[in-house]
């Protein structure tokens, strides 16, 4: 009887090495173009499909440079994973070390930042070029525990020959991505790995349930920064007349005054005091405050002139939208979920109700709500530049869309419906 690839996952919790080797039969097959025996688990195939079309060469290891020391220490001063650090190591390390295990954590872009764990697996992973500033990419070092989820966008387990590079198929990486609560921005992943002897199918699931800890941990301190920020606000506030608003430094509202509540005002790069105009707010006086900013807005409506946005999905794994016009131009870094949400409208001009949104995220025209609280999110950093009943962008507004020279690089993540057709017919000759 054929096995599925859900069997052997299980095989491999009772006998590794047949696992191992029923796997490593799956991989020659596949990669001659033979039938295999057993069809690799789904995500497993989309990864090595990317891989084929990428180049990459499954029997020879590449390897880009390590970062060096300062800039890894850079990093690691900037990256929010940092706070998440003694959530990790107490959900993680303490097994790790026992079942032979090395917890990685890498950045955004797939670079390993810490590494800790088990001393003589971290010696062997030194020679499968696992170390600190090591380059993780998928599209670098092929299908792995730390480049595939941050494609994917969920959590992967490889198990030996899943791997696409034949250096690495004497490992088990299992990684899931930890995003940013406030914004669903790809912070990094978190990759428990070790001998393939050691795998095990609750693997997953136990590094998912940290990853979403970590995530909590993120959210918790996200707002007692706020109200220790709404507490410095509150007698400035009250000093005030008109609207004004206080903001974090990366534009996440405390406290308000004299205008209704939005969740994040869209900031510059690098925001600095003085008379700017601001999307949703317009013309603005910024001043520097304890830990944010005090925003006074003026009476001047929001610009509704002419305007150009441009939604770039040319890259892989980064995703974000540029709204230029005669008052400045602004940026923001796109969710998976809102690159897709922002991608259909763009597709459809004279707009898009909220059940037809739902039918092509979830082929289910009756998860409105779902769609309603997302374009809610989006509406408040695009504000005036979005319409609703229908869903639109605003009449006037040049949309440029800027998509990948490959059309299976078009939000691979997703696997909404209506992506999934638009990327079958950009294939299309």
């Known amino acids: 009887m054929a096995l599925s690839p859900t069997d ?7 006998d ?9 039969d799956v991989r020659t097959a596949t990669l001659s173009g033979q039938r295999a025996p057993v069809a690799p688990r789904p995500v497993i195939e989309q990864s090595w499909d990317r891989m084929l079309r990428g180049g990459v060469d499954p029997d020879h290891d590449f390897r880009t440079g390590l970062l060096p020391r300062d800039e890894v220490q850079r990093r690691r001063e900037s990256s929010e994973l940092r706070h998440v650090l ?15 295990h090395i917890m990685v954590v890498a950045d955004e872009e797939g670079r390993v930042l810490w590494r800790e764990g088990s001393s003589p697996v971290l010696r062997k992973a030194d020679g499968t070029g696992f170390e600190l500033g090591a380059d993780w990419r998928e599209d670098v070092v092929g299908t792995n525990g730390i480049g595939t989820p941050v494609v994917a966008r969920r959590p992967v387990q490889v198990f030996a020959s899943e791997h696409f590079v034949r250096s690495q198929t004497s490992w088990t990486c299992t990684g899931a991505p930890i995003t940013d609560p406030r914004d669903g921005r790809l912070l990094g992943v978190v990759d428990v790995s070790g001998p393939l002897e050691t795998m095990h199918p609750a693997t ?9 800890l970590a995530e909590s941990r993120l959210r918790e301190l996200h707002q007692s920064s706020l109200e220790q920020l709404r507490a410095v606000a509150a007698p400035v506030l009250a000093r005030l007349d008109g609207r004004a608003v ?25 925001p600095s005091a003085g008379l700017r105009w601001l999307p949703t707010l317009g ?14 807005a003026s009476a001047e409506p929001v610009p509704r002139g002419a305007t ?35 991608y259909l409208l763009a597709l459809h001009r004279a707009g898009r109700s909220a059940a037809g949104l739902a039918e092509d995220l979830f082929g289910d025209a009756g998860r409105t709500v779902t769609v309603r609280a997302e374009m809610s999110r989006v509406r408040r950093y695009l504000g005036g530049f979005l319409e609703h009943r229908p869903y639109r962008f605003c009449e006037g507004a040049e949309i440029e869309v800027l998509l990948p020279d490959d059309p299976h690089d078009l939000l691979p993540h997703s696997t ?9 017919s950009r294939q299309t000759p």
Do not use: N
């Not at 003694?86 to 032979?100: C, F, W």
């Not at 997953?204 to 979403?212: C, E, H, P």
């Not at 910024?286 to 006074?296: D, K, N």
């Open 204 to 212: 997953l699931a136990w590094v998912d349930s940290v990853a979403k």
């Open 16 to 24: 590794s090495a047949r696992a191992a080797r029923l796997l490593s």
């Open 86 to 100: 003694p959530v990790l190591r107490e959900g993680l390390l303490s097994v790790a070390d026992v079942a032979h």
């Open 8 to 14: 052997v996952t299980q095989l491999a919790a009772v």
């Open 283 to 296: 013309l603005c006086t910024v001043e520097p405050l304890a830990g944010g900013w005090l925003i006074r």
């Open 246 to 270: 206080v903001v974090d430094r990366h534009g996440w509202t405390a406290a308000v005054a004299g205008m209704p509540y939005q969740g994040r005002v869209p900031l510059p790069k690098s």
């Open 308 to 342: 150009r946005i441009v939604l770039d999905l040319s890259q892989p794994r980064r995703w974000s939208m540029t709204v230029s016009g005669d008052a400045g131009t602004w940026s923001h870094e796109l969710s998976p979920r809102h690159a897709e949400l922002l």
């Open 416 to 424: 909404a419906p209506a992506v999934v057709g638009e990327r079958l």
